[in-house]
């Protein structure tokens, strides 16, 4: 077998002592010896090791004459338009996103205010938030029962103003969770109905 490609000298060193290895330091054919701590070496060096770096765009990606080129780079040849706002892309500026391929500046919009479905990493979960209106005021009544009628209200509120707004990443729309606080916050007003009721009577028969 015909012997290894030459190297840069300082590139390879012994795994065993770090001693500088030589262009021809490893042969695939014969056991080389390491000139520091005679180990044994055998490898070897692929082509691509040595050979000059490309600058990052191969010959078929530059565009000819009468070929559609990339908005952002004139003189690469397009790939695909983009899906958002239909400007031309090379294989540089194309940005696959999901089941969509978008441009540099689509896909910066959708970081921004303009959120992309793809990247929303976290969501407001308004059936969660009307479940939870509806269940801890319960659990303190006897002592926040003047607020019922703020919490309960709020309940009834969120519940159905986030009826058809988007559910969680993982679990969907959770519809039972939104009508269980719809249902908590209609108690909460009864018994903020019922106990003012009471304390008007009772002060009405007192009197």
């Known amino acids: ?5 030459p190297v840069e000298l300082g590139s390879l060193t012994c795994p065993a002592c770090g001693t500088v290895l030589g262009p021809y330091g490893l042969d695939a054919a014969q056991e080389a010896v390491c ?34 080129v990339c908005f952002f780079h004139p003189s690469n040849r397009a790939a695909r338009p983009c899906d958002s706002c239909g400007r031309f892309l090379c294989s540089i500026c194309d940005l696959p996103v999901g089941s969509r391929h978008l441009c540099p500046v689509c896909l910066s919009k959708g970081l921004g205010k303009e959120k992309l ?61 939104a009508v269980v606080g719809l249902l908590l916050g209609l108690l909460q007003l009864g018994i903020w109905t019922g106990v003012i009721f009471l304390i008007r009577y009772a002060s009405s028969h007192s009197s």
């Open 1 to 5: 077998m015909p012997t290894a490609a």
């Open 35 to 68: 000139p520091g701590c005679r180990a044994g070496l055998r490898g070897q060096v692929f082509r691509a090791w040595s050979a000059p770096q490309s600058d990052g765009l191969s010959t078929f990606e530059r565009a000819m004459e009468g070929e559609a």
């Open 117 to 177: 479905p793809e990247l929303i990493p976290r969501r407001m979960l308004w059936s969660r938030t009307a479940l939870w209106l509806g269940v801890l005021p319960l659990l303190l009544s006897i002592v926040i029962w003047p607020f019922l009628i703020v919490s309960g209200g709020a309940a009834v509120i969120i519940a159905l103003a986030g009826w058809n707004r988007p559910g969680s990443l993982v679990r969907g729309r959770q519809r039972w969770a």
